[in-house]
């Protein structure tokens, strides 16, 4: 099988899309609308693309009438968001938040979650989640034609809160955090069976 993306509709292109990189990491991102309400949801298209600087993507596509989804329209205005690493326990909250819910309904309400106040942003972060990382956006990239347009945002990670029971030995404790990962369709993976490899020293130590 050999596909070409571009010929697609948007439906399968998707379908194409999750399925090349598995599992993937999800960013529940919550910010702060100039109504002052906050909004919440989950994106998967995510990812960590440096540590120093430490720098996030998340791509962000659009509703299905091409309008902008509210994160995006919360990130122009306030220029800042919040990334909530999401666990086992957080997962049904998490799915929630996921409905195309009216610009005026605050998901943090919707799922049951309390918001609490960043240090350095306007957007607040959720409570319940043990890694918490508060972004300034530096950039925002758009492609494609609409009512298929996609942005992706490029933020800054200005400061992390962890949780102190997830903390030990300088490093956040990753095996503890029992973190999702989404798959493709409505499949999401647990952090189950890890293993460990050691890098490869060249040249070999003698
Ligand atoms: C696990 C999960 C991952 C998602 N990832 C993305 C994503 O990367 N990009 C995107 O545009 N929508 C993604 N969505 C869909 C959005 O969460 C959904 O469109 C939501 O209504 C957007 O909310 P908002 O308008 O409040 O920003 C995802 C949904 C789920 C359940």
């Not at 194409?16 to 949801?41: D, H, K």
């Not at 440096?50 to 995006?72: C, E």
């Not at 758009?142 to 800054?156: K, Q, T």
């Not at 890890?194 to 130590?205: A, G, N, Q, S, Y």
Request: include cysteine; hydrophobic fraction near 40%.
């Amino acid at each position: 099988m050999k596909i070409d993306p571009a010929t697609l509709d948007r439906k399968s292109a998707h379908d194409v899309m999750v399925g090349v990189a598995l599992p993937r990491p999800i960013a529940f991102i919550s910010t702060a609308g100039e109504n002052g309400i906050y909004n919440l949801a989950p994106y998967s298209f995510f990812i960590p693309l440096s540590a120093k600087p430490a720098i996030v993507g998340v791509g962000i596509g659009r509703k299905r009438d091409g309008s902008k989804k509210d994160t995006l329209v919360n990130i122009e205005f306030s220029r800042d968001f919040v990334i909530n690493v999401v666990t086992e326990s957080l997962a049904e909250a998490m799915n929630q938040t996921s409905g195309e819910y009216p610009p005026e309904v605050d998901e943090f309400q919707v799922a049951k979650l309390t918001p609490e106040k960043a240090d350095l942003v306007k957007a607040p972060m959720v409570a319940e989640s043990p890694v918490r990382m508060e972004c300034r956006l530096l950039q925002i990239l758009e492609y494609g034609e609409f009512p298929s347009i996609h942005n992706f945002v490029i933020g800054e990670v200005i400061r992390v809160h962890v949780k102190d029971e997830f903390w030990a030995d300088g490093e956040i404790q990753s095996s503890r955090l029992k973190t999702i990962g989404r798959m493709g369709g409505d499949s999401y993976c647990r952090m189950t069976n890890i293993f460990e490899m050691k890098r490869p020293v060249i040249p070999p130590k003698k």
